[in-house]
């Protein structure tokens, strides 16, 4: 099925009108000629369009996950979606260096709410580590008075 003209531009309002208001903004304040005009023009609605927002309103760019998100968990790792690298936790490595917390990034790829940030595995060691330390129990007070 062709889409009209009329029907694109029903679908890009909210970009125009958003594209609009910036352009008008800048040039209210900046030299701007025709010639530069168009291209700030073609540049702002490009920079929009190149956003989606998703059901909870918030944006979301349209970047494609290193890997499919059903195949970045193994028992020994997790694959970033971000870039693609394995780690055995990824909390860390989220925020250092793409400022995302674990519920962000959940958000950001769609991912369920329970998707593990670290490796099952290495979890699994870690408690058995704190069970044989004693974590977790409370302690017995013998010496009541």
């Known amino acids: 099925m062709t889409e009209t003209l009329h029907e694109k531009v ?8 958003h594209t609009s208001e910036v352009i ?3 040039v209210s304040n900046n030299s701007v000629s ?14 929009f369009k190149s ?9 979301m760019s349209t970047q494609k996950p290193a890997v499919n998100p059903k195949k970045s968990v193994f ?10 690298k394995k780690f055995k936790s990824l909390k860390r490595h989220l925020t250092a260096h793409f ?3 674990p519920q962000e990034y ?3 790829w769609g991912l369920p709410v329970d998707y593990p940030m670290v490796a099952p595995s290495y979890s699994e060691r870690r408690s058995n580590l704190a069970r044989e330390k004693g974590l977790g129990r ?3 007070n013998t010496a009541a008075a």
């Open 10 to 17: 029903e679908d890009n309002s909210a970009i125009i009108r």
């Open 24 to 26: 008008s903004a800048y």
């Open 34 to 47: 025709a010639e530069e005009l168009g291209v700030l023009i073609k540049d702002v609605f490009g920079a």
């Open 51 to 59: 956003v989606e927002v998703n059901a909870s309103g918030k944006a």
């Open 75 to 84: 028992p020994d790792y997790i694959i970033c979606l971000e870039d693609g």
């Open 99 to 101: 400022g995302l917390t």
């Open 106 to 108: 959940r958000e950001k």
């Open 138 to 140: 409370k302690k017995n």
